[in-house]
């Protein structure tokens, strides 16, 4: 989850630091990995993956509703990778225990919550299932393609819930939280941090977004729906927080450009379209200062065609501040190490890359 870096504030390109591209995930013959999404929690930063075996090429995909041949039904499963602060080293991946059989896109965030003696930090991770049907091919009357989430204060011991209850209540075809991004946030209506996951929801051929909060990984709140489609089509959004806004960032299916908008508890702001150059990927919101500064930078692909040319990218000046290793730059999340060093990890000839920004 990306966290507020004030030293972007002066950021003098001269200045950062790059570390040389990491390779923490390799491919294999049978295996690709995909959809990083990262968290520190207790001191400890993990990162959560997809494991993807190649697809088979006998199954007709389109046919079932998937967006393209890796995704579910595709037998993914979930990794996760533990980094090690004090010697900078990634462990090696770990299968998550308790998911269904197949299950893939991650986002997770880490929240504070009351302790007996002091607040105390669980981790609330949404992810979809699905063994018959993609995303495409799920429907409320049928197979659906399953929205889960787990909490818990240690990845090693989440609790394991299938969100039946986004399709009872919204009465939906399709829900999925997407990927990689979500928030904490302090919710003037809860004594705790909330966990705010983006989902898209599918009814028919209509796709709008929703908000939905989570506290203690029940969910409390599910926001109106985002974007009507006159914008475009919705899919992966980015969040971040602002003072008392969630700041959104959405990518549109097959159109480039992005829509953004700002939520708080009196509803959501009109959205805008940039034509920032995107190909249609997921991306990472930073904020760039101070919490309240309300500017943020965006981490993504910065091509119109391909996924590509990864930057970090001032939205409001529309401009570059940092360029990342050449070559593929595909879905990405960020997270802070310390006060001085950003971690960006991004996808990369089917494997998982990791860069650091020292200011």
């Given at each position: 989850?990306?966290?507020?870096?004030?030293?972007?504030?002066?950021?003098?390109?001269?200045?950062?630091?790059?570390?040389?591209?990491?390779?923490?995930?390799?491919?294999?013959?049978?295996?690709?990995?995909?959809?990083?999404?990262?968290?520190?929690?207790?001191?400890?930063?993990?990162?959560?993956?997809?494991?993807?075996?190649?697809?088979?090429?006998?199954?007709?995909?389109?046919?079932?509703?998937?967006?393209?041949?890796?995704?579910?039904?595709?037998?993914?499963?979930?990794?996760?990778?533990?980094?090690?602060?004090?010697?900078?080293?990634?462990?090696?991946?770990?299968?998550?225990?308790?998911?269904?059989?197949?299950?893939?896109?991650?986002?997770?965030?880490?929240?504070?919550?009351?302790?007996?003696?002091?607040?105390?930090?669980?981790?609330?991770?949404?992810?979809?299932?699905?063994?018959?049907?993609?995303?495409?091919?799920?429907?409320?009357?049928?197979?659906?393609?399953?929205?889960?989430?787990?909490?818990?204060?240690?990845?090693?011991?989440?609790?394991?819930?299938?969100?039946?209850?986004?399709?009872?209540?919204?009465?939906?075809?399709?829900?999925?939280?997407?990927?990689?991004?979500?928030?904490?946030?302090?919710?003037?209506?809860?004594?705790?941090?909330?966990?705010?996951?983006?989902?898209?929801?599918?009814?028919?051929?209509?796709?709008?977004?929703?908000?939905?909060?989570?506290?203690?990984?029940?969910?409390?709140?599910?926001?109106?729906?985002?974007?009507?489609?006159?914008?475009?089509?919705?899919?992966?959004?980015?969040?971040?927080?602002?003072?008392?806004?969630?700041?959104?960032?959405?990518?549109?299916?097959?159109?480039?450009?992005?829509?953004?908008?700002?939520?708080?508890?009196?509803?959501?702001?009109?959205?805008?379209?940039?034509?920032?150059?995107?190909?249609?990927?997921?991306?990472?919101?930073?904020?760039?200062?101070?919490?309240?500064?309300?500017?943020v930078a965006l981490i993504h692909p910065h091509h119109g065609l391909a996924?590509?040319?990864?930057?970090?990218?001032?939205?409001?000046?529309?401009?570059?501040?940092?360029?990342?290793?050449?070559?593929?730059?595909?879905?990405?999340?960020?997270?802070?190490?310390?006060?001085?060093?950003?971690?960006?990890?991004?996808?990369?000839?089917?494997?998982?890359?990791?860069?650091?920004?020292?200011?």
């Amino acid at each position: 989850m990306p966290q507020p870096y004030a030293g972007w504030k002066a950021l003098d390109l001269a200045s950062v630091n790059t570390q040389a591209a990491q390779l923490i995930l390799a491919p294999t013959k049978s295996l690709d990995y995909r959809i990083p999404a990262l968290a520190r929690l207790n001191g400890e930063l993990l990162l959560f993956a997809d494991a993807r075996p190649q697809p088979d090429e006998a199954l007709d995909w389109q046919r079932i509703g998937g967006a393209m041949a890796a995704d579910l039904p595709n037998p993914n499963y979930l990794v996760y990778l533990r980094f090690h602060l004090a010697t900078r080293a990634w462990g090696k991946p770990v299968r998550l225990s308790g998911t269904p059989a197949a299950c893939g896109d991650a986002a997770t965030v880490v929240t504070r919550v009351s302790g007996k003696a002091q607040p105390k930090e669980l981790l609330t991770l949404c992810y979809a299932a699905s063994k018959k049907v993609g995303y495409f091919g799920s429907s409320y009357t049928g197979d659906r393609l399953e929205a889960w989430v787990a909490c818990g204060e240690d990845v090693g011991a989440l609790k394991h819930r299938r969100l039946d209850e986004i399709y009872e209540r919204l009465h939906c075809d399709a829900a999925f939280a997407t990927s990689g991004s979500a928030v904490a946030y302090p919710h003037p209506e809860f004594a705790e941090e909330l966990a705010v996951f983006p989902f898209v929801i599918r009814v028919g051929e209509e796709t709008h977004l929703r908000l939905v909060f989570f506290l203690r990984g029940e969910i409390v709140q599910i926001s109106e729906p985002i974007a009507d489609g006159s914008l475009g089509r919705v899919d992966e959004t980015a969040l971040v927080v602002d003072g008392e806004d969630i700041v959104l960032s959405i990518r549109r299916q097959h159109e480039g450009g992005r829509m953004w908008g700002r939520w708080n508890p009196r509803g959501i702001s009109a959205l805008s379209l940039d034509n920032a150059a995107d190909p249609g990927c997921n991306a990472c919101l930073i904020q760039l200062g101070s919490p309240g500064d309300s500017r943020v930078a965006l981490i993504h692909p910065h091509h119109g065609l391909a996924r590509e040319n990864g930057v970090v990218w001032d939205v409001e000046k529309q401009r570059v501040l940092h360029q990342f290793s050449a070559g593929e730059f595909g879905y990405s999340d960020s997270v802070r190490i310390d006060e001085h060093t950003l971690l960006v990890v991004f996808e990369r000839d089917g494997g998982l890359v990791a860069e650091t920004l020292a200011l």
